[in-house]
C-alpha cells in the first residue's frame, strides 16, 4: 500500500496507457491530477474554453492514434464541455473526458441546492460511448481500467469518468496491485478474422464483375492505409469514401473517387455488383447505401468489415459480416488475392474503370473551370486551391462553417492520407479552431492550416491567444462573407425562389438576420500576439500564405469573398437530396 491522492492513481495510469498530452483549463478541484501530470512528463495544453478542449483531444486522437484527454471541473466547466462531447462522439474520435464533481456525501443524487452540481454522468452518457462515476478512493484503478477499456473496443467515441473533488486531491492508502499495464486489463492485439472468412470474401471479390471498395473512418483508427491501396490494385477496384474516410486512399490516385464527385460515385455505386465495406456505418452521409445512390441490395451483394459489430448489416443487408481490425483483414485478403491472381479477370474490369472514370474526371475538369474567375473579391474556390499550391503535401487541413466548409472540400485534393479534419457526421460550426489546436499539438513537425468561414470564427477566436501561448503555428484562412452563408440561402430559396434565381442573392431586409456585421480578423489576431494579414485579389493570396508560413507563428489571413457567389456553393443540392428518404434498400 502507498500513500497518494486519487490524481497520482489517475495520471499513472495515464502514463502507463502511453498518454504524454491532455488538454483542460487549470482547476483546483483536480489539482492533484495536475501536480501529478507534470511529476510525470505529461503536458498540459491549456484553451480558454473546456469545448475547445475537447475537439483538441478528438483531432489528437484522430491523427495520431493514440487517446486524446480532456478535463473539465465540476458544474460551469463540465457544462462548457458539453458540445465537444456530443461532437467527438458523433466524429467517433477516441477521447477520455474526466471531470470532477463535489463530495460524494451531497451528490448522486443532489442533497437539493449543491453549488455547481448537476447530474453530469445523467447528462453525459447517453451523448457519449461510457459514462461513469467513481464513489471511493479504492475504485478509482477499477474504473479507470474500466473507462480504458470502453476506449479501446470497438468503435472510438468519448469515454467519460467522474471523480469527486475530494478523492481526487486528498491523499490515502492505494492499493498499488490495481495499478497494472495495460496488457494485464484490456487486449492490446487486434482482432483477427478467421482464414475462412478471409478466403470467402477473396473469392467473391475475385468472381465479381465489378466490385468496388466503400471505405469509412474505420481504415484511419487502423492505420490501414498502404493495404487498402494494396487491395485495391489487385482488385483493380475502385474506392469510394465516407465523408469522415476521405483520403484513405490518396485522391490522385486513378482508383480514387472522391466523395465530392456525387454523381460519379452514385453511378459506380449502381454499377458495382460487389461491395466491400470496410469501416462504415453507411449511414446518412453514405445516403444509407440506399436507392437511388447505390444499387438495391437484391441486385448488390455486399461484404462489410467493422471492429464493431454493432454496426455489421446496420443499415444496409450484408451477404458476408466479418468483425476484424481492418489492417489485419486487409493484410491478411492481399496474401490470398496475390495467390489468385490468375483466376482473377482483371481485362474487363479495367474497360469497365476507365469507362467510368470518364465522369469523374469530367466533373473535376468542370468544377475546376470556376477558378478562371480572377475578380476581386475572389470566389471561396481560390482558397484551397491556392492552399493545395502553397502548404506540403502531408500538410493538415481543418474545413469548419457551412458554406465555406464546401468550397474546401470540393476544392481540396488530399494527397497524403489522415491529413483532412471536420466535424463531417455532426456539422458543428467552430469546431475546426479546436481540430486545427489539436493537430499542431498532435504533429508539430507537420504544417496546419483550417479554412474557416466568418461566422464560424466568431465562435471561439478566443483560441488564438492559446495557438500563441503554446507556440501552436496554426494558420487560419477566414472566408469572410459577413453572413450566414448557408442558411442565407435556404432563407431565400424557401421565401423568394424566383427572385433568387434572378438575382442570385437578396438584401438584409428581405432574409431573417441572416447577415452579419463587420469584423477586422486580422486586427483581432494582431491584438493576441498572432500574425494577421487581408487580402480580397486571388492572386494576391499565395503571397499573404507564405508570408504567415515565414513567421513560423499563429496566423489569420482575412480573406474577403464575393458574398453573392459564395452562396452558390457546388454540390448544394446534393447535400440536399441527402436528407430525403431512400426510394428503396
Known sequence: MAVMTGGQVIAKTLKAEGVSKVFGIPDGTYMGLLTA?????IELITPRHETTAAHMAGAYARLTGKLGVCLASNGPGVANVLPGVAVENSEGNRVLLITSYRRPQIS????????????QVGVIKPMA???GAVKSFDRIPEMMRRAMRKSWQGRPGVVHLDVPENLMNVKDKANEAGLVPPSRYRSMEPLHPSPGQVEAAAIMLARAELPIIHAGSGIIHSAAYDELARVAELLHAPVTTSWSGRGNLVETHELSWPMVHVKACHKLHNAADLVLCLGSRMGETDWWGMAPAWRLASEQKMIQVDIDPENLGLNKPVDLAIMADLKVFLGDLSTVLTEMTDSIHLSARKEAVAKLARDRDKDRARLDKKLNNDKTPMITAHIPYTCDRVFDDDAVVVFDGG????????YHRIRTPNTELATHHFGHLGAGIGQA???????????????IGDGAFGFHPQEIETAVRHDLPVIFLVACDRQWGMVKMTQQ???????????????????????LGEVRWDKVAQAMGAHGDRVSAPDELEAAIKRALETGKCSVIQVDVDPVKHLWAPGLMHFKNMHKEPRGK
Not at 493 to 515: F, H, V
Open 129 to 131: 460511448k461510457w459514462s
Open 403 to 410: 458554406n465555406t466548409a464546401v468550397w474546401g472540400n470540393f
Open 37 to 41: 501530470m507534470i511529476e510525470l512528463g
Open 108 to 119: 448522486y443524487p443532489d442533497r437539493g441546492g449543491a453549488y455547481q452540481y448537476f447530474n
Open 493 to 515: 430559396i424557401t421565401l423568394k425562389p424566383i427572385k433568387t434565381m434572378m438575382r442570385k442573392s437578396l438584401g438584409p431586409d428581405e432574409t431573417i438576420n441572416a447577415d
Open 437 to 451: 489546436l489539436g493537430a499542431a499539438a498532435a504533429r508539430p513537425e507537420k504544417q496546419v492550416y483550417c479554412i
